[in-house]
């Protein structure tokens, strides 16, 4: 194997950048990564069917040289966890048909519970070929400067994003107004309870140079590691922490259970009334439970310039008009991510956006009607 792909005694380092639904974790990605810095392999985990990630990387033109999406879970689903992905990205290396990379960075879905993936790298460094060339540097979290606090105490994945990072970025405190000064000191008094050796970074602030927080880290393989495992197995006092809560919502086979995903591809444009009046009506009806949507759309006033829409957890981020679809793909897609919302509701819902067509069965004359 070629020291460039790493060896173990000089593994390539991985981050792991986790983060709650629409915490900011693509949009700081993007910034990290410089168009002169090290080649980077971007590892994309989604949670839906319909990659829309992927496609933004491209829009903002980042110097990443590989994009790898892997569908499902990254915490929690077979097959699929980072060791085998890490596996696949080595002899994808091996076999040439990706050039060497000097590190790896790991976007995880914003349902990801992070113990497991850290876990699963620490104990694969001693017995898999993969686990031996790459090594965890450093996790980062996104912590969302509005919605942070109420996020960190009411769920308990958000809760464990913060308590396994070992660099917190604060995203969003753009958007505090004068008046909610005081919620940016709640947020880091919660920081300082839960995770006092984080180091927190305001990606806002006009000194911040989002790429420092790719050095390594607390996890990096320096003998250290050893304490984090224990700290993984002592998950304890994050139960602890929320036992007055259903605790079945965080055992293992239980993970996600009311919140699930629903994606729509459309061929043909929409209008802006109909997306107008779909999104008031869904975010009126459905409030903090719809935790993510994502949207990329075809409008008919002008097809050629998709707009780019985010909620999150019930708040509708300004939509952004593209200059150009991001890739060959120009249906509408989107990606909406809901917790405790009727599913069957949520899909007859969605129909409303469908271009309307005349069905065959009002044209036809009643006596070419089928029976059976
Ligand atoms: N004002 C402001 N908006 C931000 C900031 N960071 C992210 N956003 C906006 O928040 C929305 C969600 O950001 P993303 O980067 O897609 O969040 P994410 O964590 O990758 O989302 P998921 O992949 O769904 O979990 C977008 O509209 C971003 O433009 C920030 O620091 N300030």
Request: glycine share 6%; with cysteine; aromatic share 6%.
């Amino acid at each position: 194997m070629s020291a460039a792909i790493g060896h173990f005694d000089n593994p390539i380092p991985v981050y792991l950048l986790t983060g709650f639904l629409g915490s900011g974790k693509t949009t700081l990605l993007n910034r990290m990564l410089l168009a002169d810095g090290p080649r980077t392999a971007v590892i994309v985990n989604e949670f839906g069917d319909v990659a829309i990630d992927n496609d933004l990387f491209k829009v903002d033109g980042t110097a990443s040289d590989l994009i790898e999406t892997s569908n499902g879970c990254i915490c929690c689903e077979p097959g699929n966890d980072i060791v085998s992905t890490l596996a696949r990205l080595s002899a994808a290396i091996d076999n040439g048909d990706v050039s060497a990379v000097d590190r790896v960075l790991i976007e995880t879905t914003g349902l990801a519970d992070p113990a497991p993936i850290i876990n699963q790298m620490l104990i694969a460094s001693s017995y898999s070929i993969a686990g031996r060339f790459f090594a965890l540097a450093s996790v980062i979290t996104t912590l969302d400067a509005v919605k942070g606090k109420e996020t960190v105490e009411e769920r308990i994945l958000a809760h464990k994003q913060l308590a396994f990072a070992d660099r917190v970025a604060l995203t969003k405190a753009d958007m505090l107004t004068q008046a909610q000064a005081d919620r940016r000191e709640a947020l880091m008094a919660l920081v300082a309870r839960i995770n006092p050796a984080a180091r927190v970074f305001d990606i806002q602030d006009p000194l911040a140079q989002p790429e420092s927080l790719l050095e390594h880290g607390i996890y990096a393989p320096d003998g250290r590691s050893m304490d984090v495992i224990g700290w993984l197995k002592a998950e304890s006092p994050l139960s602890k922490a929320f036992g007055a809560k259903d605790v079945s919502q965080w055992l293992p086979g239980n993970r996600h259970s009311d919140v699930y995903t629903k994606s729509m591809v459309l061929d043909g444009s929409v209008t802006s009334r109909q997306v107008t009046s779909f999104l008031d009506i869904l975010m009126r009806a459905a409030g903090n439970r719809l935790l993510r949507l994502k949207g990329l759309l075809s409008l008919a006033d002008d097809p050629d310039r998709p707009y780019l829409i985010h909620i999150v957890q019930g708040t509708f981020h300004p939509p952004q008009r593209l200059e150009r679809w991001p890739s060959e793909d120009r249906r509408t897609r989107l990606v909406i991510i809901a917790d405790g919302i009727d599913e069957m509701a949520l899909e007859s819902f969605l129909q409303v956006l469908k271009p309307k067509r005349v069905r065959k069965a009002e044209t036809a004359a009643p006596d070419t009607k089928s029976e059976h």
